[in-house]
Structure formats: structure tokens, C-alpha cells
């Protein structure tokens, strides 16, 4: 079944703006990652974010983690042209599951 | 590193066909693959997660007699669509763990099937 719940489910900015995608889910986790899908093709792991953790950057990439809330969010800073893509948080159950739940994920297009 | 390829990328067949998907990790083993089906503007959904040297787990929904899963090397596993059906036509992805203790998941390029 599907957990994450990401909004928006669409997003369009201007280059150089941030993009800013949230991401709730259900039940307690393990972790919960993000990964960018390009059209028509595979997804690409961007980070991965543990329960006990609050905050992480990767690059241009910052997740937050609230577990009180079920939520995370993923920002991306001075975003280009080539950031369009779509978005999906991805969650890992608590209790050692290897699966990933993914949400349905924010389609980003990023004008030049 | 972490290379996962799929072939072939896309296949068109005739409904009563099958066919299958092979899905291979280049450069490192994986114990444990997962394969997932993607409609057009939706999400994945998971289908099966396929261990090696052992039978998958099938996901609830997901008709293990339609969908064969084989896992026999640790760095290939193949998705065969049995009897398909224009039903059927999808777009088909896989993934690999990044080895024990990962949860990252490695995933291949897709393969889109239509079914006419």
C-alpha cells in the first residue's frame, strides 16, 4: 500500500528559486529516503534520512525528518533546469522490513 | 558503483505472449532484488521482492502464476509476464539493495511493455 502522501502533487518554478516538496506518512519508520525519477525512466537514490535523525544536506539537497508529525521535507536551493523531474519520498518500515513504501510523488519543472 | 541495468528497455508483444524482463546488478551482489510496476503519472507499486537462491515474496494482488520471478545468481533476476494481456502493458522497474544492512535501493532503467 502506498504511505507517502507528498504535496504538492506539482510544482513549476523559475530557475535559480527554491523548490520545497513535503512528504507525510502513516507508521513509524526506520528511514525514510528520497529519490528523483526523470521521465520515463528509473528512479535515482538522492538520501536517505534515519528516524533518529532531524536534519541532512547532500549538495544543493536539504531533508528535514519529524517523526512527531509523520513528515519530512525535501529542498532544493538555487534549483536549475535540469532539477525537473518527479520526486518521491520512499519510507522503510520499523521492524527491519526490506521494503520501501514510495509516495506518489511531486512532478518539479524547473523554467529556464 | 552500484549499477543496475535492464533489458531489454522496451518490448512490444502480442496479447497470449510472454515475456520476459531480466533485471542485473554490474557491479556488486544482490541478495535481494525488488521488482515494481508504474503506471503513467503514478507512483510504483511494489509487485515482488525477489531473494536469491530462494522463492519470491509476492505482494498481495500480485498473481505469482503471472508474473514469474527467478532469482538463480546473485547479480541477476528475471520478471516473466505470462499470458499477457494489453492489461498488462506497464512500465516495469526493478531494484537491488546495496548489500546487507542497506536500505538503499539501486534501481534499473525500466523497461516499457505494451501489449497489443
Known amino acids: 500500500s502506498q504511505q507517502g502522501e507528498e504535496d504538492p502533487q506539482a510544482l513549476s518554478i523559475q530557475e535559480g528559486e527554491n523548490a520545497t516538496m513535503n512528504c507525510s506518512y502513516k507508521t513509524s519508520i526506520n528511514n525514510l529516503q528520497w529519490y528523483r525519477q526523470n521521465s520515463g525512466r528509473g528512479l535515482v537514490h538522492l538520501i536517505l534520512i534515519r528516524s533518529n535523525e532531524r536534519e541532512k544536506h547532500s549538495g544543493r539537497l536539504r531533508v528535514t525528518l519529524d517523526t512527531s508529525k509523520k513528515s519530512s521535507s525535501l529542498l532544493i536551493t538555487a534549483s536549475r533546469a535540469a532539477d525537473t523531474a518527479s520526486y518521491f519520498c520512499?519510507?522503510?518500515?520499523?521492524?527491519?522490513?526490506?521494503?520501501?513504501?514510495f509516495g506518489k510523488g511531486t512532478k518539479l519543472t524547473v523554467n529556464p | 558503483g552500484a549499477v543496475v541495468s535492464q533489458h531489454p528497455s522496451w518490448v512490444i508483444c502480442k496479447s497470449g505472449t510472454s515475456v520476459k524482463i531480466e533485471c542485473r546488478s554490474l557491479d556488486f551482489q544482490a541478495t535481494t532484488m525488488f521488482w515494481y510496476r508504474q503506471f503513467p503519472k503514478q507512483s510504483l507499486m511494489l509487485m515482488a521482492t525477489?531473494?536469491?537462491?530462494?522463492?519470491?515474496?509476492?505482494e498481495q494482488g500480485v498473481e505469482k502464476d503471472k508474473f514469474l520471478i527467478n532469482h538463480a545468481s546473485l547479480t541477476l533476476s528475471t520478471l516473466t509476464v505470462t499470458s499477457a494481456h494489453p492489461e498488462d502493458s506497464s512500465f516495469y522497474i526493478c531494484?537491488?539493495?546495496?548489500?546487507?544492512?542497506?536500505?538503499?535501493?539501486?534501481f534499473g532503467p525500466g523497461t516499457r511493455l505494451t501489449v497489443t
Open positions: 531494484s537491488a539493495r546495496g548489500g546487507p544492512g542497506s536500505y538503499e535501493q539501486y
Open positions: 525477489s531473494n536469491e537462491g530462494s522463492k519470491a515474496t509476492y
Open positions: 520512499a519510507t522503510a518500515p520499523q521492524g527491519g522490513s526490506e521494503k520501501l513504501v
